[in-house]
């Protein structure tokens, strides 16, 4: 969901308040184009995203300790 908002600031940067209409806005206004993306609190979804995140950790260790492994056979040839 794409949403028009007019914000209002004050001198220390902080939202004064926040308006669907410029008329509304009392004093200076910048206009903003805002998206709202929807948040997945249920713990499935959570532990779904976090499992695959940590099988492409495991895949990515492997890679790096195979290489690691390859670098130090070669370092104890020139040693």
């Known amino acids: 969901m794409i949403f028009r908002y007019f914000i209002s600031f004050d001198d220390e940067g902080e939202i004064n308040g926040i308006y ?7 004093g200076p206004c910048e206009e903003f184009i805002v998206k709202l993306i929807p948040i997945k609190r249920e713990l499935s979804e959570v532990v779904d995203d976090f499992s695959v995140s940590v099988d492409d950790f495991s895949e990515g260790l492997k890679k790096t300790t195979s290489e690691l492994k390859k670098v130090i056979r070669q370092a104890r040839r020139i040693i």
């Open 20 to 26: 669907k209409a410029k008329h509304l806005c009392n």
